[in-house]
């Protein structure tokens, strides 16, 4: 049973550019969570997601940041018109189903550096 | 504002001894708390979880001890071997909601020989 994966594992973006960052959760995992992690900081949420829906979007930035999570296929981060200070690491991590205490896995991350 | 509040920054160890790191929450609606361990380049791991109406839990050499009262929770490595030597990260999250994690800021442990 394969993991949660990302992709790519490193993004290089020039300003102005669009990012796209994807995640498949792992098999039988419906719900999505996306994190940022700035350097030397702890993770921080974004956005939470079902098939389908956006549940919780109170960590996303108003602007620029979008994401979705299709019925077929991996989810997707979206960053339009990149910045520097976009420059982090994105995990997406997934659980089997939403409620508290449910156990979320991690993928590797996606490493964007805006230059 | 930071919901979990993570101390210290780092932290070095000898081989054989015993890392505790701390971890203080305000939201009394949290509800869940886990431990994950990173390693560079890697993504965090699920080491351990505990829910308040528990004091401890251990697993193996690792040990969460929970202070309902006080809002403080802690990890004790015991026994702590270089390979152990990763990013510790608290976080909590609410019972009901999306479930999204709140993390501290991570300790950094170093375990030397």
């Known amino acids: 049973n394969a993991g949660v994966m990302q992709n790519p594992r490193h993004l290089v973006r020039r300003r102005g550019q669009e990012a796209r960052l994807r995640c498949s959760p792992m098999k039988g995992h419906s719900h999505v969570y996306w994190y940022r992690q700035l350097p030397e900081e702890g993770l921080k949420f974004m956005v939470y997601?079902?098939?389908?829906?956006?549940?919780?979007e109170s960590g996303m930035p108003k602007e620029r940041f979008s994401a979705e999570f299709p019925k077929e296929g991996p989810s997707i981060l979206r960053i339009q018109q990149v910045v520097r200070g976009d420059s982090a690491a994105y995990f997406c991590?997934?659980?089997?189903?939403?409620?508290?205490?449910?156990?979320?896995?991690f993928g590797a991350g996606t490493r964007l550096s805006v230059l | 504002q930071q919901q979990v509040k993570q101390s210290p920054q780092s932290l070095i160890v000898q081989k054989g001894g015993i890392s505790i790191i701390n971890c203080a929450y305000e939201n009394t609606a949290f509800d869940y708390f886990p431990w994950y361990q990173q390693f560079p380049g890697k993504g965090p791991a699920l080491l351990i979880a505990i829910r308040p109406d528990v004091s401890e839990k251990k697993e193996g050499r690792f040990t969460i001890s929970f202070n309902k009262s006080a809002k403080q929770f802690s990890l004790h490595i015991m026994d702590s071997q270089p390979g152990d030597s990763a990013t510790y990260f608290c976080a909590a999250s609410l019972q009901t909601g999306a479930n999204n994690l709140f993390f501290g800021t991570g300790t950094r442990l170093t375990v030397i020989p």
């Open positions: 991590a997934s659980s089997p189903s939403g409620g508290g205490g449910n156990i979320q896995y």
């Open positions: 997601l079902q098939k389908e829906n956006i549940i919780d």
